[in-house]
């Protein structure tokens, strides 16, 4: 089971978001990713192998983390950040979604 | 250009079939590993099933026994086949391509946008 929180984060432009995921067993950090998902859109790949920025991703998000505690970080918030965020590991041939963070830019 | 698109989504009574497809473009089906991830309405993402390259199918302990995942070579399509559909079943079902490399990283690079489909009688 993969958590997240906060549950909704609301933060003005500038400011730097930090969302977190918690895992209930150890993820191998190579198979932990995080996803952007605005309303009406299909998700996008953020990070992949907890840090590594997937194509076309600015350098404003970034991911760290280890064993069964991760985070998406993203710097120097813009209006376009405003969407709901969530993290996913793979193992064992089974794939498991966290519940989201809801990102707000006020 | 790689590319994904859904289709046969629509309304089903409880208890009733459906078949989802995916086409491809852009890359071959038969060589990656491909997902049907779901989330049904205002709530979260929750990955339903995949095929990999070699053939293998694996399932959610939720739709395992009522949903098959397959594709067809020569047509570079996906399919899901839902059968004994329930209400909790209701969701936009999206097909994903996995980027994979066993010890390095996997994540699901390309996404399609989605169809929908409703359970209700």
């Known amino acids: 089971v993969l958590t997240q929180s906060p549950g909704t984060l609301s933060l003005s432009p500038g400011e730097r978001a930090t969302l977190s995921c918690r895992a209930s067993?150890?993820?191998?950090?190579?198979?932990l990713a995080w996803y952007q998902q605005k309303p009406g859109q299909a998700p996008r790949p953020l990070i992949y192998?907890?840090?590594s920025r997937a194509t076309g991703i600015p350098d404003r998000f970034s991911g760290s983390g280890s064993g069964t505690d991760f985070t998406l970080t993203i710097s120097r918030l813009e209006p376009e950040d405003s969407a709901v965020y969530y993290c996913?590991?793979?193992?064992?041939?089974?794939?498991?979604f966290g519940q989201g963070t809801k990102l707000e830019i006020k | 250009e790689v590319q994904v698109e859904e289709s046969g989504g629509g309304l089903v009574q409880p208890g009733g079939s459906l078949r989802l497809s995916c086409a491809a473009s852009?890359?071959?089906?038969?060589?990656?590993?491909m997902s049907w991830v779901r989330q049904a309405p205002g709530k979260g993402l929750e990955w339903v099933s995949v095929?990999?390259?070699?053939?293998?199918?694996y399932y959610a302990d939720s739709v395992k026994g009522r949903f098959t995942i397959s594709r067809d070579n020569s047509k570079n399509v996906l399919y899901l086949e839902m059968k004994s559909l329930r209400a909790e079943d209701t969701a936009v079902y999206y097909c994903?391509?996995?980027?994979?490399?066993?010890?390095?990283?996997?994540?699901?690079?390309?996404w399609g946008q989605g169809t929908l489909v409703t359970v209700s009688s």
């Open positions: 852009g890359f071959t089906v038969s060589n990656n590993y």
């Open positions: 192998s907890a840090s």
């Open positions: 996913q590991q793979y193992g064992s041939s089974s794939y498991t």
């Open positions: 067993q150890r993820v191998s950090a190579s198979y």
């Open positions: 095929i990999y390259s070699g053939g293998n199918t």
């Open positions: 994903a391509r996995e980027d994979f490399k066993s010890g390095s990283y996997s994540y699901f690079d390309y």
